[in-house]
C-alpha cells in the first residue's frame, strides 16, 4: 500500500508569547512499491503540552531515512525523538543547543542502528527563525511572492556528502541559517522525495494557486504520477500574534 501513512490538517498554533502564530500542516507518502515508509516529521509547537510549558518556541522538522542503509525508518525515528528532547534539556534553548541535539541523534543512529537520515527544519523563537539542515532534503522560503531554497543540497558524487550518522564531523556538517520572522511568510519543509518529482518552479506555481491547500494538491499530483519515492512535507505560513485571544491549543481556522 502507497498511500499516505501519516497526515496533519492545517491548524493554527497558540497565540501564546513564547510561541510564534504559525498556521501548520504535513504529509508523509509512502512511494509506491516500498515496503514502508523511511520518512518521518516532527511539528513541535503548541499543540505539544510539553512544549507549550517549555516555552522555547517551535521546531518543524522532516527526517528521511536512507533506504539502502540498515534501517532508515529506525535512524529517521530516532532523528526526531532527539529534536523533541530539545523541550526537555536542561540547557539554555539556542542554535548550539540544536546542533547538540543533531550530534547526539547522530551518534545514537550510527552506534544503536547502523544506518543514516537526513535532516532539514527550522526552529521558530524570539521573531527569528534558525534553519538547520544535513543533507539533500530541503526547506523553501516564499517571501513577497518568490520562493527560493534556503538550504543546500549536500550531495557528492551520486551520494549524500553529509548524513546524521556520519560520526564526529557532523557538527561542522550541519548548514545553520538564521532569518528574521516576517508575518505572511511561507515556508515548505521537503523530504527529496517531493524535490525528486516536483520542480521548485512547480511547487512555487501550486503555492501561489493553491496557498494553505498546497499539501493536498501535492499529494493527489503524487498519487497521479505513480511516484515511486517516499515524500514528506511540512507547510507553515507565519501569521499575526493576537495578543487579545487566551492561550489555546491548536485549532482549525475559519
Not at 5 to 12: A, V
Not at 194 to 222: F, K, N, P
Request: proline letters at 4%; glycine letters at 10%; one cysteine or more.
Amino acid at each position: 500500500d502507497h498511500r499516505d501513512l501519516h497526515s496533519f490538517p492545517t491548524r493554527r498554533s497558540s497565540d501564546l508569547p513564547s510561541l510564534p502564530a504559525v498556521l501548520a500542516g504535513a504529509f508523509s507518502r509512502q512511494g509506491k512499491g516500498h515496503a514502508k515508509n523511511d520518512d518521518r516529521y516532527g511539528l513541535f509547537d503548541a499543540r505539544d503540552e510539553i512544549v507549550r510549558g517549555a516555552q522555547r518556541g517551535a521546531i518543524y522538522a522532516v527526517a528521511d531515512g536512507v533506504g539502502s542503509t540498515r534501517d532508515g525508518a529506525a535512524a529517521a525515528e530516532v532523528v526526531i525523538q532527539h529534536l523533541a528532547s530539545f523541550f526537555s534539556s536542561s540547557l539554555h534553548p539556542s542554535e548550539n543547543l540544536l546542533i547538540d541535539v543533531v550530534e547526539a541523534a547522530d551518534a545514537e543512529v550510527r552506534m544503536a542502528i547502523g544506518s543514516a537520515s537526513t535532516v532539514t527544519g527550522v526552529w521558530m523563537a524570539e521573531k527569528v527563525v534558525s534553519i538547520f539542515n544535513v543533507g539533500d532534503s530541503g526547506v523553501f522560503l516564499q517571501r513577497e511572492g518568490s520562493l527560493h531554497r534556503m538550504t543546500p543540497i549536500q550531495q557528492r558524487g551520486g551520494g549524500l556528502s553529509a548524513w546524521v550518522g556520519m560520526g564526529p564531523s557532523i557538527r561542522h556538517m550541519t548548514f545553520l541559517r538564521r532569518m528574521p520572522m516576517q508575518v505572511g511568510d511561507r515556508y515548505l519543509i521537503c523530504s527529496d522525495g517531493i524535490l525528486d518529482a516536483l520542480t521548485v518552479d512547480e511547487l512555487s506555481t501550486l503555492l501561489a494557486v493553491h496557498g494553505d491547500d498546497l499539501i493536498d494538491e501535492v499529494q493527489q499530483r503524487l498519487e497521479d504520477r505513480g511516484h515511486t519515492d517516499d515524500a514528506t512535507m511540512i507547510q507553515l505560513r507565519i501569521l499575526e500574534q493576537d495578543r487579545g485571544t487566551p492561550p489555546q491549543d491548536a485549532t482549525d481556522l475559519p
